[in-house]
């Protein structure tokens, strides 16, 4: 168990960089997940972690010792992949056993090891099973066990749930959550799923082509998005967005669009930005009430809620979530309003401009 401290950590293979200088502190007993689309560098970082992947240049430090040149089996860490990775011919018990056997420990040891972790993952009738007599959720919480015995400073896990069915994600994702509670340890945990990074993190670690976006808790994030990228990534359906104009209003600055006139708008901006509302900020209305008019194009009724498709005149699609109702007839012309508690403004850089709460007219 361990801190750990990423400073300027690069990776490139030949000409193409795929790590480009992360900086990035976790404290002892965090559990930080790394979220971000295909491609973005989140596996390979948590590799090199690992010492799976060398690094191309900064500095890892593992509970204050830099791990740069260290083996894998001497960083004191433990990973759990997709794959499980489990040796076919091996007991449940043989395969949680085998790297404490490899140690040198004695056979007491291993199995108060084995038989703590068993009893904590409530797989202890499993232990004389090999891989192709469990189902696939048994076989990841041997693979997950087998990491617990060797008692490592930082657990790592590399999108462990990705190839569980639906049900089994829910209930093993509830086990990392309370394995963590009773380890007590640090965790960094790879995955493309936004439930699993929002129920599970700590922290979460946004990363975009190889660097970071932002960091922060999933609230942090969901209420306060740095930029249009981590805006558009957290959060599903993802945030609407519409191209506003802010304008001086005499002692006011106003953010003007289809969306209507959002007051006030960032102080000292001006020019063009990027209004983003989540879909539940979008409220469907009768023609009256209504700022905003856009075509049904679909919408999917989720018992508890429906998310309702649509696209305005100008050809921006956009995303209505609202509590299920009668369904609406197809293509018609539908009217919202917008609820302004919502409102998130973005420049034209991409970077977050402020928050308004105020109201619209």
């Known amino acids: 168990?361990?801190?750990?401290?990423?400073?300027?950590?690069?990776?490139?293979?030949?000409?193409?960089?795929?790590?480009?200088?992360?900086?990035?502190?976790?404290?002892f007993g965090e559990f930080v997940v790394f979220v971000g689309p295909s491609g973005c560098g989140k596996s390979t970082l948590l590799r090199m972690i690992a010492g799976l992947e060398p690094i191309s240049g900064g500095e890892i430090r593992v509970g204050g010792t830099v791990a740069n040149l260290l083996e894998p089996a001497e960083r004191g860490v433990a990973m759990v992949f997709q794959s499980y990775a489990l040796y076919p011919h091996m007991t449940a018990y043989k395969n949680m056993a085998f790297g404490l056997k490899i140690a040198g420990l004695d056979r007491r040891e291993i199995d108060e090891r084995v038989s703590r972790a068993a009893k904590m993952l409530q797989i202890e009738e499993l232990l004389h099973r090999i891989p192709k007599d469990m189902s696939g959720g048994q076989r990841q919480r041997v693979a997950i066990g087998r990491s617990i015995v060797r008692e490592p400073r930082l657990f790592l896990f590399d999108e462990p749930l990705s190839n569980l069915d639906a049900a089994l994600r829910v209930q093993t994702r509830i086990e990392i959550a309370k394995l963590h509670k009773i380890v007590d340890a640090t965790m960094i945990y790879v995955t493309h799923d936004q439930v699993e990074a929002m129920t599970l993190a700590d922290r979460i670690v946004v990363l975009n082509q190889g660097k970071i976006e932002q960091v922060g808790t999933p609230l942090e994030l969901y209420r306060t998005p740095a930029n249009l990228f981590v805006a558009g990534f957290i959060g599903s359906p993802k945030m609407n967005f519409f191209p506003v104009a802010i304008q001086r209003d005499g002692e006011q600055l106003v953010a003007r669009g289809m969306?209507?006139?959002?007051?006030?708008?960032?102080?000292?901006?001006?020019?063009?930005?990027?209004?983003?509302?989540?879909?539940?900020?979008?409220?469907?209305?009768?023609?009256?009430?209504?700022?905003?008019?856009?075509?049904?194009?679909?919408?999917?009724?989720?018992?508890?809620?429906?998310?309702?498709?649509?696209?305005?005149?100008?050809?921006?699609?956009?995303?209505?979530?609202?509590?299920?109702?009668?369904?609406?007839?197809?293509?018609?012309?539908?009217?919202?309003?917008?609820?302004?508690?919502s409102a998130h403004f973005f420049g034209p850089d991409g970077h977050r401009l402020g928050h308004s709460n105020k109201g619209t007219h």
């Open 1 to 27: 168990m361990a801190d750990l401290h990423l400073e300027s950590v690069s990776k490139s293979y030949g000409a193409v960089t795929v790590i480009r200088g992360i900086d990035l502190e976790i404290p």
């Open 259 to 341: 969306l209507g006139s959002v007051t006030p708008a960032p102080a000292g901006t001006s020019g063009p930005a990027t209004l983003g509302v989540r879909p539940e900020g979008l409220v469907l209305c009768q023609p009256e009430q209504g700022f905003l008019r856009a075509r049904l194009q679909f919408e999917e009724h989720l018992g508890e809620h429906r998310l309702i498709y649509a696209r305005t005149s100008e050809g921006i699609d956009l995303i209505a979530k609202e509590a299920d109702g009668p369904a609406l007839a197809e293509g018609a012309l539908l009217h919202f309003r917008f609820a302004p508690e």
